[in-house]
């Protein structure tokens, strides 16, 4: 038996249904060209319904992460608008001219990691 597609509603044309061996596929894009929600419906038992919820629950997840990600960019904004740093605070001057000079030395960074009491990456960092 072959698969037919059928447009459920004219008005959003997002919306396909494929009906094969008494299985209902239907898939739904929500949002962008990527996102896709594809919902299956069984009659012959509880496999059907399984699946809607799996699915059902991967949606939600999806949905708080996007949430998730729309709250830190606005407290980042927050705080970039009340002029506030974002991000680490900046190795002192005095200890960036150190750590060049105990490079000029011949020192590795993880010699003037130690004796600067900052990390090696640190000491890179504050060297280039």
């Not at 949002?31 to 919820?53: T, W």
Request: charged share 30%; aromatic share 4%.
């Amino acid at each position: 038996m072959a698969d037919s597609w059928t447009q459920v509603d004219s008005q959003r044309p997002q919306r396909l249904e494929c009906s094969s061996g008494g299985v209902t596929h239907r898939v739904i894009t929500l949002v962008g060209k990527d996102s896709r929600l594809s919902s299956h419906r069984d009659d012959r038992g509880g496999m059907g319904e399984m699946m809607e919820a799996m699915l059902a629950w991967m949606a939600e997840h999806e949905q708080e992460r996007k949430m998730i990600v729309r709250r830190v960019k606005a407290g980042l904004a927050a705080r970039k608008a009340r002029g506030l740093r974002l991000g680490r605070i900046p190795l002192p001057m005095k200890t960036v001219n150190h750590a060049r000079r105990l490079r000029q030395e011949g020192l590795s960074y993880a010699a003037i990691g130690k004796r600067l009491k900052i990390s090696k990456g640190s000491a890179f960092n504050a060297c280039k």
